[in-house]
């Protein structure tokens, strides 16, 4: 199994990114897709949860408004579309597939808010 997560980069406060998590090697659609963070720091903490083909969403409060998660089941790819970004969304960005007991995880994509 691989995920390997794109888009990450050096962004002004109020700007936007989008990040790209390509996953092969698994039943993608039968995976809940997630996207983590993780400050210098700090612990990693959740930031979004996209579920298999009914396409639900949950997010973290401290990004409610501002990120959308999205999956392309015919792609094996999911999305984090991050607008407003601010300085304290600083973090290399982690893919997760999960399901049920079963987790793989990306390597990481570093996302700057830097003015």
């Known amino acids: 199994v691989q995920l390997v997560e794109s888009g990450g980069g050096l962004v002004q406060p109020g700007g936007s990114l989008r990040l790209s998590c390509a996953a092969s090697?698994?039943?993608?659609?039968?995976?809940?897709m997630n996207w983590y963070r993780q400050a210098p720091g700090k612990e990693r903490e959740w930031v979004a949860t996209?579920?298999?083909?009914?396409?639900?969403?949950n997010y973290a409060d401290s990004v409610k408004g501002r990120f959308t998660i999205s999956r392309d089941n015919a792609k094996n790819t999911v999305y984090l579309q991050m607008n407003n970004l601010k300085p304290e969304d600083t973090a290399v960005y982690y893919c997760?597939?999960?399901?049920?007991?079963?987790?793989?995880w990306g390597q990481g994509t570093q996302v700057t808010v830097s003015s």
């Open positions: 997760n597939a999960r399901r049920l007991r079963t987790y793989y």
């Open positions: 090697g698994l039943t993608f659609s039968s995976y809940a």
């Open positions: 996209v579920s298999t083909t009914v396409g639900s969403t």
